[in-house]
């Protein structure tokens, strides 16, 4: 039971660039979620999903977009890379009304 | 606005001395409120949540409504308790989705 799991661990981009960052969960959850986080800043959503096919913006969904295809599988785009992206995201599940279960964080650079 | 303020970005104490790490919460509501820490090299995890009224690794926290303040205490700090914590606030409307605002964060240095 791996719980969930973020790839890449680390990642720099060029500006303009873009990426996906994986996250998948094998524990059944309905809700996922996409964090960041800026240095000295708490976490802020960027996106959410309750369930397969549907996803919803958080409070800094502008950069991104997301897909929920699956149970598993909840991938953030970053499709025009920007500096202000440079951040730590984080990948989070949940079943409703239980605690956020966390992926280990992707640290992303762009330059 | 919903908003979470930690106000200590570190806090350092010895072994065996008491510890609080402050949280203050803007919200009109019934809050739904969490602390959750980080240890070194592992990933974020919850800690507590007000609505179990429970003590973990001899922490507790009390919800202060007429304070805004959900502090987290522990009696005697161990060097084990070294790590980030964070204080989080169920976003009003969300039901039970998890859409949670985070505080800034305190990192706990507990010395020999």
């Known amino acids: 039971n791996a719980g969930v799991t973020q790839t890449p661990k680390f990642r720099i981009l060029k500006i303009g660039q873009s990426m996906t960052l994986q996250c998948t969960q094998d524990?059944?959850?309905?809700?996922m979620y996409w964090y960041r986080q800026d240095p000295g800043m708490g976490l802020k959503l960027i996106y959410y999903s309750v369930g397969a096919g549907i996803t919803d913006k958080g409070e800094v969904p502008n950069g991104y977009n997301v897909s929920r295809s699956t149970t598993e599988d909840f991938p953030l785009r970053l499709e025009l890379a920007a500096p202000s992206q440079t951040s730590v995201y984080f990948c989070?599940?949940?079943?409703?009304?239980?605690?956020?279960?966390f992926g280990n964080g992707t640290r992303l650079t762009v330059t | 606005a919903q908003r979470v303020t930690q106000p200590e970005k570190l806090l350092s104490v010895f072994k065996g001395a008491p510890v609080e790490l402050k949280c203050n919460y803007s919200?009109?509501?019934?809050?739904?409120l969490f602390w959750y820490v980080q240890y070194s090299r592992q990933r974020l995890q919850l800690l507590l949540r007000?609505?179990s009224r429970e003590s973990i690794k001899g922490f507790t926290a009390d919800l202060n409504k007429g304070e805004t303040s959900f502090h987290l205490k522990k009696p005697f700090a161990q060097e084990e308790d070294s790590a980030m914590y964070y204080c989080?606030?169920?976003?009003f409307g969300s039901g039970n989705t998890g859409k949670l605002i985070f505080g800034q964060g305190t990192t706990l240095q507990v010395k020999p």
């Open positions: 989070a599940s949940s079943y409703e009304g239980s605690p956020l279960h």
């Open positions: 524990m059944n959850h309905n809700y």
């Open positions: 007000h609505i």
């Open positions: 919200y009109s509501g019934s809050p739904e």
């Open positions: 989080a606030l169920n976003q």
